[in-house]
């Protein structure tokens, strides 16, 4: 059956007319096939790029489910990784719960907890929360678990990235086993599906788009940028343009967001029309930044990509990759901001030669090579300073040794011959990073092409690994 309205779904009369006052004319291709399924109380394993109406997949049935206001105890939970998220879901609820009486709550960390607390003695009948803070509020015996009968987990794939896993578990054992499960993710890789085989029971799996295909609706572009300064003058460049209205800078870390920031701010353009956000950022500034932003007060917004992650933002101009994150499906998430519902958009990446590895693993992701322009010669190319390039040279032996583990190091050949002292010989030698445990021998592989481990599997592992590490216990 051809579903090309909503009404086809069954769905009752207030659903209708929130869906009808959004504007939402037609289900898109993720809600066409997973809101049967749902209301049909199957457990449901929905892929589908960002920004195709995945939330509005999960949330119509599950409202449907739980209808109106009734007893205290929450009836359907939400999982979601962040702050951001749980914050933008809460509000889809609101604005699709909008003709019925249902009391939902965003659960998450980063305040106290006093006024979710007194919500919650109130009486809710659906929660949207962080794994997190969920946890916390159950420990602490505000949270009655008995009535839960649907559990949703949104931003799978980012949940995984994040280390969630241990909280999700606990989760597990503290809800009703006897629930319909529904899991939304805009990437299918491995740790997914291992999540999906532990907690959905015979989902039905349904993968709209293949993955990464949100790569062919937006223009991109590489430029190879020897280094961080050179990268900093690029983006000078650019963002003075007039195309530039409205921008997203990502960068791998919190410390480079900053850098970036600071500078644009002191230099390029007025500090009001910029900001930054990532996980070191108050709750209410980051929650600010987003709303300014949204509403086209700012220009440039710089993020790391987990404080970015999932955020729907109509019409970016310009998505800028400072940096190449180390989780690749990221690269994907990143680009998805611009370009989206038929708007064609930008992504400009800079490159150092350090970079390079990881740009070949995403292109095998996105099945495309990313065209690439020379630097405009108005740029200033700046030379690399030593630490850097020593640095890049570093990484790229790391690089080359975790597709092959019994690579000694060109740097090392190198550096023996040619590096000016032996000081800097030993800076090198005990900044090396520890390489254990990376991919399983395989002989011949000394030509620093990496090998095939299909999908850049090795590279997200171990980032990945880092990742959880530093993050597990963030709530
Ligand atoms: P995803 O979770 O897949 O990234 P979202 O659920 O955040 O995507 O939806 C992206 C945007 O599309 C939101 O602004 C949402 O309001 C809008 N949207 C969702 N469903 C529809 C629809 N059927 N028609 C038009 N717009 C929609
Ligand atoms: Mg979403």
Known sequence: ??????????????????????????????????????????????????????????????????????????????????????????????????YTDLRHLALYGGLGPKTQIETLRKGVDLLVATPGRFMDLYRLGEIVTKDIRTMVLDEADKMMDMGFMPQIRSILEVIPTKRQNLLFSATFGGRVERLSAEFLEAPIKVEVTPQASTAEMVNQVLYEVPNFRTKINMLDYLVSKDAFQRVIIFARTKGTAENIYKFLARKVVESDKIRVIHANKGQNTRINAMDAFKEGNVQILVATDVAARGIDVAQVSHVINFDLPLIYEDYVHRIGRTGRANHTGEAITFLTMAEEYHVQKIERIIRMTIPRKPLPPEVEVVETPFDEQQAMLREIDEQRRKDDPTFLGAFHEKKAKNLPSPKSRLKAKSKLPNTKKTAPSSPGTRSGIPTGRPGGAAGQKGSGQKRSGSRGGRR
């Open 1 to 98: 059956m051809d579903i090309t309205s909503f009404e086809q779904f069954e769905l009752n009369r207030q659903l209708l007319n929130a869906i009808a006052e959004l504007g939402y004319t037609e289900p898109t291709p993720i809600q066409q096939k997973t809101i049967p399924l749902s209301l049909g109380n199957h457990d449901v394993l929905g892929i589908a790029q960002t920004g195709t109406g995945k939330t509005a997949a999960y949330l119509l049935p599950l409202l449907m489910k739980i209808k109106y206001a009734q007893g205290s105890a929450p009836r359907g939970l939400i999982l979601a990784p962040t702050r951001e998220l749980v914050l933008q879901i809460n509000e889809a609820v609101s604005e699709l719960g909008k």
